[in-house]
């Protein structure tokens, strides 16, 4: 896997407003969006830009991880991998991850 070593980017594209903050305080929001049921989310090719439900991507399984790719253009989207050292998870093929709320009460 590659690093991207430049600056992150600010919405406005200005310089960064707020105090920057470690992986830890994201840890609570990915494991709840990550824990969740993976085939309700709508991604995006970071290579072709079509839109399809995690479902309609295709899974290439078997070997030392699972592959994802795009049905339109075949780039690859997604992939994880579990390791002696833990799980690897790659998303760089991917432009955006849509997860939709959780049915709220009744």
Known sequence: ???????????????????????????????????GDPTTVTVRCGSCGATQAFGQLMAYMGGPGTVLRCRQCEAMVARLARTPQGTWLDLSGSSSWLFLPAPGPA
């Open 1 to 35: 896997m590659t690093s991207d070593l430049s600056p992150p980017a600010t919405p406005d594209g200005g310089a960064e407003s707020g105090a920057v903050l470690d992986g830890n305080a994201a840890a609570g929001d990915f494991a709840g969006i990550l824990a």
